[in-house]
C-alpha cells in the first residue's frame, strides 16, 4: 500500500497570505488528522475529520481550517498567516484502529 | 489539557550502549504509542500498549506501559547510529483525541 502522501513538501509564503495544503491517505482510511509541529511547542492537533466531518478539533485559531472530500483526501487552509505559523505540517491517517497515527512526510511551512 | 513528559528531553550516547527514555502524565491512558521520527520525515508507529505491565519488545527495544497506565518506558539495548531520531510518546485520555509528550531526542555517536 501506498503511504500517506502530501503536497507540497516545502512552501514560503509572505505574512498576511493564505495556504492550503494537501494530505492523500493511505487507501481505505477514512480518518484524517493534521497536526503542527514546531521545535518550541512540539506536535500539537489541529483537527481531525472522518468520513468528510470534523470530528475533533484542536486549540488552534479559526485561520487554521479544514476539510475531508469523499475519497478521504483532506485539505488544510491557513489564512492571514503569521510568522508564528512558520512549521512541519503533518497529516496522519487511522484505519483499523483510530488512535493508530500513520503520518505522511509533511510540509514544510515557512512564512516571511 | 492532559500532558505527557518526556525525559530526558535530549540524549547523546555512545553506539553499543544502552538507553531508557520515559515517557510519564498524571492521568491514566487509554492506550499508549511510541512513534520515531526522523529529520524530514513524519512520525512512523513503533508500537501501542494497552494493558497496564504490559511489555513488548521490537528487536533491540523494549516498551513497557506502568501498572497503573500512567507511565512508560522505552528501552533500547546496544544502540546503533540508526536509532537516532525523535522519540515520541503518544497517549489517549478516555475518549479522547491523541496527545503527543514533549519528545526525547536521542543521537547515537559512532
Known amino acids: 500500500k501506498a503511504g500517506v502522501t502530501q503536497t507540497p513538501r516545502y512552501l514560503i509564503k509572505t505574512r498576511g497570505q493564505q495556504v492550503t495544503l494537501s494530505c492523500s491517505p493511505i487507501s481505505g482510511h477514512r480518518s484524517v488528522s493534521w497536526y503542527q509541529q514546531t521545535p518550541g511547542q512540539g506536535l500539537q492537533f489541529l483537527f481531525e475529520?472522518?468520513?468528510?466531518?470534523?470530528?475533533n478539533k484542536g486549540n488552534f485559531p479559526g485561520r487554521f481550517s479544514g476539510r475531508q472530500f469523499s475519497n478521504s483526501r483532506s485539505e488544510m487552509n491557513v489564512s492571514t498567516l503569521e510568522l508564528g505559523d512558520s512549521a512541519l505540517y503533518l497529516c496522519?491517517?487511522?484505519?483499523?484502529?483510530?488512535?493508530?497515527?500513520?503520518f505522511g512526510p509533511g510540509t514544510r511551512l515557512t512564512v516571511t | 489539557t492532559q500532558l505527557l513528559e518526556q525525559s530526558p528531553q535530549f540524549l547523546s550516547i555512545q553506539e553499543g550502549e544502552n538507553l531508557t527514555v520515559y515517557c510519564n502524565s498524571s492521568s491514566v491512558f487509554s492506550s499508549l504509542q511510541w512513534y520515531r521520527q526522523e529529520p524530514g520525515e513524519g512520525p512512523v508507529l513503533l508500537v501501542t500498549v494497552v494493558t497496564g505491565g504490559e511489555v513488548k519488545k521490537l528487536k533491540r527495544l523494549t516498551f513497557q506501559f506502568g501498572d497503573a497506565r500512567k507511565d512508560s518506558s522505552l528501552h533500547i539495548t546496544a544502540a546503533q547510529t540508526g536509532d537516532t531520531g525523535l522519540y515520541l510518546c503518544a497517549g489517549i485520555f478516555g475518549n479522547e483525541k491523541l496527545t503527543f509528550g514533549t519528545g526525547t531526542r536521542l543521537t547515537i555517536i559512532p
Open positions: 496522519a491517517s487511522s484505519g483499523r484502529t483510530q488512535y493508530e497515527q500513520y
Open positions: 475529520y472522518f468520513s468528510e466531518t470534523q470530528r
